[in-house]
Antibody
Framework: EVQLVESGGGLVQPGGSLRLSCAAS????????MNWVRQAPGKGLEWLSY????????FYADSVKGRFTISRDKAKSSLSLQMNSLRAEDTAVYYC????????????????WGQGTMVTVSA | DIVMTQTPLSSPVTLGQPASISCRSS???????????LSWLQQRPGQPPRLLIY???NRFSGVPDRFSGSGAGTNFTLKISRVEAEDVGIYYC????????FGQGTKLEIK
């Protein structure tokens, strides 16, 4: 079964750091462009970051630029999100999501999502 | 930054009746490659989002044909021809022409 599983969430104090991971099963993570998306409690979806399949290209939403870093470990076939200088407004469920590919072309949408990992930023 | 605006934010619908959700972008979503990267996703309660429609009108694998997408440029629509109980949830449009941006979501509920 094709799936993504996030881990690393938890409770952290304002100003603290947390590292989220995303593992894939049923497909080769290294072959896909990947993203992180979050959803604050009772709120909508917010795209945070993108990384190319090579890992050489990354993009960020303004809300996390300079504080969050997306990366991938090709050897371990894993995806990470390093989150620094965390704020109360970063409290959310964090999802990793796969860019969909069809016939070798990136469809620029998300076809596989993990179940999410909860991050709570509070003193 | 691209702003995606969905209307309505809430849509009470009778089972078996049609439903329609609109999504408007603050600028044209036509990419330099000629494609328009506008998708629709469904999020059922307690679940992660699920892809329904990509590139305006293409149904993703396994999506029932009662779901359809249309539009161009800055105006897009998701239609459900006959709403079923399993369609309850929040629907998001998402643009991926300029990075990625989601609409604020439309809650579909049964009357």
């Amino acid at each position: 079964e094709v799936q993504l599983v996030e881990s690393g969430g938890g409770l952290v104090q304002p100003g603290g750091s947390l590292r989220l991971s995303c593992a894939a099963s049923g497909f080769t993570l290294n072959n896909y462009e990947m993203n992180w998306v979050r959803q604050a409690p009772g709120k909508g979806l917010e795209w945070l970051s993108y990384i190319s399949s090579s890992g050489r290209t990354t993009f960020y939403a303004d809300s996390v630029k300079g504080r969050f870093t997306i990366s991938r470990d090709k050897a371990k076939s894993s995806l990470s999100l390093q989150m620094n200088s965390l704020r109360a407004e970063d409290t959310a469920v964090y999802y990793c999501a796969r860019d969909a590919i069809f016939s070798g072309y990136d469809l620029n949408t998300f076809d596989i999502w993990g179940q999410g990992t909860m991050v709570t930023v509070s003193a | 930054d691209i702003v995606m605006t969905q209307t309505p934010l809430s849509s009470p619908v009778t089972l078996g009746q049609p439903a329609s959700i609109s999504c408007r972008s603050s600028q044209s979503l036509v990419h330099s490659d000629g494609n328009t990267y506008l998708s629709w996703l469904q999020q059922r309660p307690g679940q992660p989002p699920r892809l329904l429609i990509y590139k305006i009108s293409n149904r993703f694998s396994g999506v029932p044909d009662r779901f359809s997408g249309s539009g161009a440029g800055t105006n897009f629509t998701l239609k459900i021809s006959r709403v079923e109980a399993e369609d309850v949830g929040i629907y998001y449009c998402m643009q991926a022409t300029y990075l990625r941006t989601f609409g604020q979501g439309t809650k579909l509920e049964i009357k």
